[in-house]
């Protein structure tokens, strides 16, 4: 029987087991992959690490500092192994697991960190209209190709959606000798950082079309060529102007959503915004012993606050382990409100008083300065102005338990556009 | 030279092959895409209807009814599955419930004798999402699901398997008549002889007609239906296949409980002129949320995986057009096979041989025809024993390429293997459902391609997705130019 079972070796998970690892305890980490470091091996621009390390590293240098780390404690870890289904019996998780050497077998354990990533939104699920040929398919998935395998998948590309890896793809396909011909996004905003838009759009000439989509697809075998129109306030496309590139490539980046397939037989409520479980503030879903944390519980704009996240979520696992704490029979809800998407975690567990309670959040709308506010009723917890926000950019904030004036009405974060 | 040649490898094609399998002869299938069943039996609703709704007295309503019961036989041979789901015509007003009787009416006409008449409490009782509105329910138990595009592949298998064979990549293009055979030319000008063709290409039956016969009978008025995919996950949403009643476009939107667990939602019906062109369109799939709106509550849109759209065979003959030429000697049309063609297609099978080749050739039946097809076993659904015996054998098995369906690289490696294998990414898809869950092979393609480069033994950038020459990976950028 183990201690804690850690799923997934990238970025979450190893941050996760760092903070877990405690001679005294039995803990292991199962990777799907034959590496460590998760997606962050495809990721080999940069701009990881500003937050964690103060420098700027590339994805499989920031991975490496974990995975040495990892090492470094002689953690156990099973390599290109998956796992198929989690079920939990008497108290006891039964981890089905697969591979190579020992085929179908099960994990027993007494709790779980979940940290399985992300999956790429696909054509099918945003119901593109058109042909289905050859050439279109998630940014990701030609990152990987690019990176990992050194492959280039198309010559004339196109991007639909301006997440991060949209952005990021057109100019690393830019580089590698491809006609990148622009990137359209359906919102009148961009859905990556600032940066991305700066660094990989506007320094190679790579134009932005707000308010477009793809409205059409044409090539019976191979892509020929798709139509973008303007959208309206409904995003609806405005009859007359549709713009047609010939392509032979169509990248998506129409976003990311949290892999919790495992999960599929727990009794798991999934968050309506986040699509991920919800969880308090130890990270802990409504499974006793079943933590979850990093892209597998929201989708994070930023590695380092996934480190700082599972980094959390180890510790509150090693502790569930040493000390169990219960769940309450009514934790405390918090709920997001005016211009506040959603906030994380979604409630408290009163009975579990460390120190600090930390909340990720993501506003609706831009807002050169907002105003902040926590509240529990009408009493005020925190308010605090903050500058730049924006949907594609996480926030965070802190409090304590002894912030609140009981522990029963529901917290509420609201955000006021003051500029 | 061969004594027959089908033109148009899907459910119909495949089916007559084995059909003919079974006698003394040589038999081949040709078909002009890269993988066998590549448009209407791979783009269709999947279910094996009752025979209540067609016209009595039509070749439809007859081969309908014969081929629902054929069924059960098939799958046992062939190792297809059958979701034995039933289905339910709704009706929400007195208008449509006099469409319920009249349906009834016909049913009987068509001796289908299993329905029953029910109230919508009694329906909901039993598929408790059926739209709150709904006042009655024709319950049709017969009514099941299939996976088409495995009957294609199976029949093919096991038509093979008893010495018929095939040919992709072939599209006739000329079709000469000499006194005693055609000759067949495809794209790139190879020949075939034979002594009689069968006529099943589908939406090209007209033109593929057209190049022997002056006058021919019908013409192909292709009718585009699309589809929404939901992901297994809403598996017993609903549990009977929904029909709204019928109207003068045919059956309607449905929702149809696929034998994998998801969840079906279409078609819609628009004539085209493109044969083969079957794009979405955002006005269809906005009718398909509206219509399946009417037939079920709380419908789970957000749980949808993919689109997709394909072409009805439908000619303007009246009813399937299943006939020997009236002035081409040998020569025989299996044309205008739409709804219910998938129903039917078995028993079609049977009346080509019967009432068409039977009396004019002479069909000796072979003495060690095997009408068994395994397919090849799906390793996550055996008991643990099989499993342990099949990972001591092949240790691929513990190697999970796909993780949305929980498919092993050894399966894979059959799939690309076996005597209908295939190479390509999508045909890989299709046998082996690698790429087929949530993901949509985001976390599994760059492996499959991998897979079928290592069994190959074919360069990473010669995989092609589907079609000849596409494909996924353009070039590689680490090597010197």
Request: negative net charge; glycine residues 8%.
């Amino acid at each position: 029987m183990k201690d804690i079972v850690i799923i997934g070796g990238g970025a979450g998970g190893l941050a996760a087991a760092l903070e877990a690892f405690d001679p005294s305890l039995d803990i292991m980490l199962v990777e799907r992959e034959k590496h460590l470091g998760g997606i962050l091996n495809q990721c080999i621009h940069n701009g990881f690490g500003l937050h964690v390390f103060d420098e700027e590293l590339t994805g499989p240098e920031y991975a490496e500092r974990f995975i040495q780390a990892f090492h470094d404690k002689k953690i156990p870890c099973l390599m290109e192994t998956t796992i198929l289904e989690i079920r939990k019996e008497n108290d006891v998780f039964l981890i089905e697991a697969s591979n190579k050497q020992d085929g179908l077998f099960t994990i027993k354990s007494k709790s779980i960190v979940l940290s399985s990533g992300c999956y790429e939104r696909t054509r099918g699920q945003i119901q593109l209209p058109g042909e289905r040929p050859k050439g279109i398919m998630p940014a990701g998935s030609a990152q990987r190709y690019l990176n990992i395998e050194g492959y280039l998948v198309g010559k004339d590309v196109f991007v639909l959606g301006s997440g991060d890896i949209g952005l990021i793809m057109a100019r690393r396909m830019k580089l590698e000798g491809a006609n990148v011909l622009g990137v359209a996004e359906i919102m009148p905003y961009s859905n990556g950082l600032t940066r991305n838009i700066v660094q990989c759009l506007d320094d190679y000439d790579i134009p932005l079309y707000l308010s477009h989509t793809v409205t059409d697809i044409v090539g019976k075998d191979c892509l020929e060529s798709i139509t973008i129109s303007e959208v309206d306030a409904d995003f609806k496309p405005i009859k007359g102007s549709e713009k047609q590139f010939d392509v032979d490539t169509l990248l998506l980046s129409v976003g990311l959503i949290p892999d919790t397939m495992v999960l599929e037989s727990m009794p798991i409520a999934l968050h309506p915004k986040t699509k991920g479980p919800t969880v308090d503030q130890t990270y802990q879903t409504s499974v006793e012993g079943l933590f979850v944390c990093g892209n597998a519980l929201h989708v994070h704009d930023l590695v380092d606050y996934v480190t700082d996240e599972s980094k959390r979520a180890g510790q509150f696992a090693k502790l569930f382990v040493q000390k169990p704490f219960k769940k309450p029979p009514s934790p405390i809800a918090i709920e997001a409100n005016q211009n506040i998407h959603y906030v994380m975690p979604s409630s408290i567990n009163p009975s579990v008083d460390l120190d600090t309670i930390h909340c990720a959040y993501r506003v609706t709308t831009k807002a050169e300065v907002g105003e902040v506010t926590l509240a529990q009723g009408d009493h005020i917890i925190k308010t605090q102005k903050v500058r730049f926000m924006a949907p594609a950019e996480m926030e965070h904030l802190t409090f304590t338990l002894n912030d609140l004036i009981n522990h029963k009405d529901p917290i509420t974060l609201t955000m006021e556009v003051i500029k | 030279m061969y004594d027959f040649t089908i033109i148009g490898g899907g459910v119909i094609g495949t089916l007559i092959a084995r059909e003919l399998s079974r006698y003394e002869g040589k038999v081949l299938l040709v078909d002009k895409e890269n993988d066998l069943g590549n448009h209407a039996t791979l783009a269709n609703s999947a279910i094996i209807h009752s025979g209540h709704d067609p016209k009595p007295g039509t070749l439809k309503a007859k081969l309908a009814v014969e081929g629902n019961a054929l069924y059960d036989q098939l799958a046992k041979d062939l190792d297809i599955p059958l979701l034995r789901t039933g289905a339910y015509v709704v009706a929400h007003d007195d208008e449509e419930i006099n469409v319920l009787n009249d349906l009834i009416d016909r049913a009987k006409a068509n001796s289908v004798n299993d329905y029953a008449l029910l109230d919508g409490d009694t329906a909901r009782k039993a598929d408790p999402n059926i739209s709150k509105t709904i006042k009655k329910v024709l319950s049709l138990p017969s009514t099941k699901v299939t996976y088409p595009w495995e009957i294609a592949l199976a029949a093919m298998e096991n038509a093979l398997a008893n010495g018929a064979e095939y040919r992709l990549n072939y599209e006739v293009k000329a079709i000469t008549q000499t006194a005693t055979h055609f000759i067949l030319e495809n794209q790139n000008g190879e020949k075939l002889t034979t002594h009689a063709i069968i006529n099943a290409a589908g939406t090209f039956a007209d033109l593929v007609a057209k190049m022997v016969e002056s006058n021919v009978e019908y013409t192909i008025t292709p009718r585009r239906g699309e589809y929404f995919v939901l992901d297994k996950q809403v598996k017993g949403f609903i549990k009977h296949i929904l029909y709204p009643v019928p109207s003068n476009k045919g059956k309607g939107v449905l929702l149809v409980p696929q034998v994998h667990g998801n969840i079906l939602l279409g078609p819609t019906s628009n004539f085209q002129d493109a044969r083969e062109t079957v794009g979405n369109h955002a006005s269809d799939l906005e009718q398909i949320r509206e219509d399946a709106n009417r037939l079920a509550d709380g419908i789970p849109y957000d749980l949808i995986i993919r689109t997709f759209a394909g072409l009805r065979a439908t000619s303007t003959h009246d009813d399937f057009y299943i006939q020997a030429s009236k002035t081409v000697k040998n020569f025989y049309h299996v044309a205008g096979i739409d709804s219910p063609g998938l129903t039917a297609a078995p028993a079609i099978a049977r009346y080509v041989i019967d009432h068409l080749l039977q009396p004019k050739h002479t069909l000796t039946k072979k003495t060690h025809f095997n009408p068994i097809r395994k397919k090849p076993s799906v390793f996550h659904t055996l008991d643990k024993q099989s499993q342990h015996d099949l990972m001591k054998q092949n240790p691929l098995y513990g190697h999970i390429v796909c993780k949305c369906e929980r498919i092993s690289e050894a399966e894979i490696i059959d799939h690309i293997n076996r005597p209908c294998g295939s190479s390509t990414i999508k045909g890989v898809k299709k046998r082996a459902r690698a790429g087929s869950g949530l993901c949509q092979g985001g976390y599994c393609e760059s492996d499959v391609l991998r897979i079928i480069s290592e069994v190959k033994k074919i360069d990473k950038t010669r995989i092609d997705y589907y079609a000849l020459n596409t494909p996924i990976l353009r070039e590689e950028t680490k090597v010197k130019k």
